[in-house]
């Protein structure tokens, strides 16, 4: 037998076998042995490790993998895109999950990124942040006395 996953909550171990079973793989729950050195769980029920048989454990690890790439996708596709995110896509940057937005994280290495800036400037996309709706009679007379930029002079689908 091999430990598939060791020290977690028994509720999500019961979830992990469920899956497993439907694969027609059988796994054992056992108290877990894993020790926590500096943290305490606080969860209900105990801590486990899910056992697999040696001959299922490549497929049991398999499945999880197939499981867990599914997720980011799907999570991905519900992702929001700013105005730039095709500038971003064609300058090759390392896209990931930046609070609901598909953002770049990178587009070269930290080091490589940090000296450019450094030396030229950088540049951040935040046309993501900041997002307010004003309604109302009075609502382009009041943006303009909230904020320091002149709405009342904006094109329809401007922003500032």
């Not at 497993?20 to 209900?44: M, N, Q």
């Not at 937005?101 to 800036?117: A, F, G, K, R």
């Not at 004003?134 to 709405?151: C, E, K, M, R």
Request: hydrophobic fraction near 40%; charge should be negative.
């Amino acid at each position: 037998m091999k430990v598939l996953k060791s020290g977690i909550p028994e509720f999500e171990a019961k979830m992990y076998q469920e899956i497993l079973l439907k694969e027609g793989i059988f796994s054992e729950l056992v108290d877990s042995h894993f020790a926590y050195t500096d943290s305490v769980y606080f969860g209900s029920g105990s801590l486990v490790d899910i056992l697999i048989p040696d001959d299922d454990f490549e497929e049991a690890v398999q499945i999880f993998e197939d499981l867990q790439q599914r997720g980011r996708e799907k999570r991905m596709s519900d992702l929001k895109r700013t105005p730039l995110y095709s500038e971003h896509v064609r300058l090759k940057g390392k896209l990931v999950d930046f609070a609901g937005w598909e953002m770049p994280l990178q587009y070269d290495s930290i080091i490589n990124e940090h000296n450019l800036v450094r030396k030229e400037a950088g540049l951040f996309d935040v046309s993501h942040m900041g997002e307010i709706e004003i309604v109302g009679p009075d609502a382009i007379q009041f943006s303009d006395y909230l904020i320091t930029n002149s709405v009342s002079s904006l094109k329809n689908g401007a922003i500032v």
